[in-house]
């Protein structure tokens, strides 16, 4: 089980912080915060109250803000997001200030091309220290009691008795604007230059007791036009003790973990625990008491007493209250615990209060913890959500025809749907997940249905004969007679029904006639509006022959009982039939009306001579049509 800590904080001073961090102006008129940590430098914006110091000098000592424009010093208030309160120093303005910064005492000290000043902002009487041998840079700083300049050429060690006597201390050849102190340890704080370089400027480490630069340890991606620190007055920081943070583990095993967290604490400082335990982390485990502490460095010390209290466990009474899963629905438990709003609960997800609805649960063990107010576990509550299974519920069941068959049918199983279940169904020997079935022949069927969780239901279907259904289908039909083509037309009708005609590959309104059909037999389907197979029906087509009037080439009147008469051949159909012979002069020998009678070879009694005879025919066919045929014959005894 993962430890849960109780941490209580005991307040013990509280003054502005002494940290790792110092205030910059910028070029472009910015304040902002600088901190160093071990990835280097990170700047925050805060605000100034008032803008046209945004391109001066700045000082920090203690709690008070000086800013100088050349014209004017005022004095404001430093907080977490900025400068506030600002009022001018004096009246008149003091009419200094290039570089600025403040000793011990608070005074301040401002330079003015070579001269350098003071003033006490609490008796603003301006006091010339005196005149250095080189030109300011940018900013001024107290390192052990001794005042510093950044001037043109390096860091000037100033004489405060006689100033013409200041010598170069570090020479640097990059352009100072401004120099910062950052506490290091009880003895010693570290003096940074600010270079730029470029539109940047490099942080310079100073080693100003062997009076050369240690290198760069970070770079601000602005330019820095003077800094300032709560250690820029050259004082070691006072040890101050913020607070002692007791951490209880749970459960509790009767010690307590003591965290010192102290403002700023140097590399230095020692933390001591009834004089027996002694470490630098400032980090102990002790049994309820009360214990002396000390924060100790080389040259402070700071003591004070702590209480250890010890950390009782009170269970309350608590009462569950649960919705199992059910189907869709997810479960939810939820807790009355007494005296609820001094406990929490706490699951896997995290902490909640005392009267939180835990939902979207399904079906499982959960385990719940109730904490304390000091977040210690003082009960454990096991909590078991069942599964109500889902039931199979049948919306509808819908059959109709196979648009393929003519007597089979298709049936489609609607069931109510769920998200954590899922529906087979079976019938005919068919398993699907769809409840869709097709070409069912006519009968009754069991329709199987099983959940996913084990839940069956058995229901009867019975799929009619959609054959019985169909409509009346009559035809008409014209054979193939002689060389003219037959015809079909069909008709479907039921009710007020639309029935079509597929022949082939295309479809036609009932009542369509088929034309141009030779003889054979030719098969029709009728279809629904929607195309569906209703019935069929084959016609054939008869081939009704055109016998023509056929005369023969040649005939021997010899009275011998063979083709002794000139006329038709058997077999031709005609109607109005008139038939006449002539001679190659023209004459006309013979002429008849009747199909039966034809010509003997003789002319007004007496034999025609051997020879080429000429016949014309006129006629209408079993069609109704006239025809008119002529030909030749030949007369041979």
């Known amino acids: 089980m993962k430890n849960v800590y109780l941490i209580i904080t005991f307040l013990l001073y509280s003054v502005t912080a002494y940290s790792q961090s110092f205030y910059v102006v910028t070029s472009n008129g910015v304040l902002q915060k600088v901190t160093l940590g071990s990835t280097g430098a990170t700047s925050t914006i805060i605000s100034n109250c008032n803008s046209t110091f945004a391109f001066g000098s700045i000082a920090l000592y203690k709690n008070a803000f000086y800013q100088a424009n050349g014209i004017q010093v005022q004095q404001g208030t430093v907080t977490s997001s900025g400068v506030v309160n600002c009022s001018a120093v004096s009246t008149p303005p003091l009419q200094l200030g290039n570089a600025l910064t403040v000793d011990s005492t608070g005074v301040l000290y401002m330079d003015s091309g070579t001269d350098i000043y003071k003033v006490d902002p609490q008796n603003p009487v301006v006091i010339h220290v005196g005149q250095v041998p080189f030109q300011s840079g940018g900013d001024l700083i107290f390192y052990k009691k001794d005042l510093y300049l950044a001037s043109t050429v390096g860091i000037v060690k100033i004489d405060q008795t006689n100033a013409a006597n200041s010598t170069l201390h570090i ?78 583990h749970c459960p509790y095993h009767g010690k307590v973990d003591l965290k010192v967290v102290c403002q700023n604490p140097l590399t230095d400082y020692q933390y001591v625990l009834n004089n027996t335990m002694i470490n630098r982390t400032g980090s102990f485990q002790v049994a309820p008491g009360t214990y002396d502490l000390k924060v100790k460095s080389a040259v402070q010390i700071k003591d004070t007493t702590i209480v250890v209290t010890a950390q009782g466990i009170a269970k309350p009474i608590t009462t569950i209250t649960k919705n199992d899963e059910n189907c869709d629905q997810t479960g939810q438990v939820s807790f009355n615990v007494s005296n609820g709003n001094q406990y929490t609960i706490q699951d896997a997800t995290g902490i909640y209060p005392a009267n939180h609805v835990f939902t979207g649960l399904t079906a499982g063990n959960y385990s719940f913890y109730v904490l304390n107010s000091m977040g210690c576990i003082v009960d454990t509550l096991l909590v078991t959500v069942n599964r109500i299974k889902c039931t199979i519920n049948i919306t509808g069941i819908h059959i109709t025809k196979t648009c393929s068959h003519l007597h089979a049918g298709d049936v489609w199983v609607t069931t109510t749907p769920h998200t954590s279940a899922t ?66 037309t069909v008709f479907a009708k039921l009710a007020d029904s639309i029935y079509n005609i597929r022949f082939g590959s295309s479809t036609f309104a009932s009542g369509h006639e ?9 098969p029709f389907t009728i279809t629904d509006r929607r195309g569906c197979l209703i019935d069929t029906v084959s016609v054939n087509i008869n081939f009704v022959k055109c016998d023509p009037v056929i005369f023969p080439n040649t005939f021997t009147p010899n009275k011998d009982g063979i083709n002794d008469v000139f006329m038709p051949m058997q077999g031709g159909i005609a109607s109005k039939f008139k038939f006449s012979v002539y001679d190659r002069l023209g004459a006309l020998l013979f002429s008849s009306a009747d199909l039966s009678t034809g010509w003997d070879g003789s002319y007004k009694g007496a034999a025609a001579p051997l020879g080429t005879y000429y016949w014309i025919a006129t006629y209408y066919d079993q069609n109704n049509f006239y025809r008119t045929q002529s030909g030749s014959v030949l007369l041979v005894r």
Do not use: R
């Open 171 to 248: 020479p640097i050849t990059q352009n100072i604007y401004g120099l910062v102190a950052i506490a290091y340890s009880s003895t010693q704080n570290k003096i940074y230059a600010l270079a730029v370089n470029g539109n940047s400027t490099d942080l310079l480490e100073l080693d100003m007791e062997n009076k050369t630069v240690v290198g760069t340890i970070a770079t601000l991606p602005y330019i820095v036009y003077d800094a300032a620190s709560d250690v820029e007055d050259g004082e070691i920081p006072k040890i101050v003790i913020d607070s002692v943070q007791q951490i209880t």
């Open 423 to 488: 529906n087979t169904y079976a019938l005919n020997g068919i398993t699907n997940t769809t409840g869709a079935f097709t070409a069912l022949d006519p009968g009754n069927y069991t329709l199987h249905i099983a959940t996913s969780e084990g839940i069956t239901q058995d229901t009867t279907i019975t799929v009619p004969n959609f054959y019985l259904k169909k409509p009346s289908v009559t035809y008409t039909k014209t054979d193939f007679i002689c060389d003219v083509t037959g015809s079909v």
């Open 514 to 522: 088929f034309t141009s059909l030779t003889a054979g037999n030719y």
